[in-house]
């Protein structure tokens, strides 16, 4: 293990993501501890740790990356908390999931919607489940 990317990634990892970031390391540890240490030390400690983009800017790439693979919710559900925890607006969010609509399909792009309100909802951002529609899709 590196220590200065790691030190270096755990602080700009509890910077964006805080518990929830701690969480998926955490839960690592029992059955791929180094993958944990490649979040840290690569994504976090060489990646994000850039200069040239900041927090906000790298979050929005961070979502609609994730909204385009589709299937990665549980990432996703982080990722969305860390946009807001940067400072981004759930309009801002959600305005940059419905962009990639055109390139990504609408499938994607609702489920990733769908993940942004139950985001928004634990965040008491919105109402709650029962104050709303199911969210089921059209």
């Known amino acids: 293990m590196d220590n200065v990317r790691y030190s270096r990634g755990w602080y700009k990892l509890m910077q964006i993501d805080g518990e929830g970031g701690e969480r998926v390391i955490e839960s690592l540890k029992e059955i ?22 900041d927090a906000r800017q790298r979050q929005l790439i961070t979502v609609s990356s994730l909204t385009a693979l589709g299937g990665c919710e549980p990432q996703l559900e982080v990722h969305i908390n860390a946009s807001l925890n940067v400072g ?5 969010v959600v305005e940059a999931i419905i962009h990639c609509a055109p390139y990504v399909g609408f499938p994607k792009v609702l489920n990733a919607v769908f993940t942004a309100k139950k985001v928004f909802q634990a965040r008491q951002l919105i109402g709650s489940a029962d104050d709303q529609a199911d969210g089921s899709p059209l």
Request: hydrophobic fraction near 35%.
């Open 32 to 53: 791929a501890p180094d993958l944990g240490t490649y979040i840290v030390e690569f994504a976090f400690g060489d990646i994000y740790s850039r200069d040239t983009l």
């Open 88 to 92: 981004l607006t759930p309009d801002e």
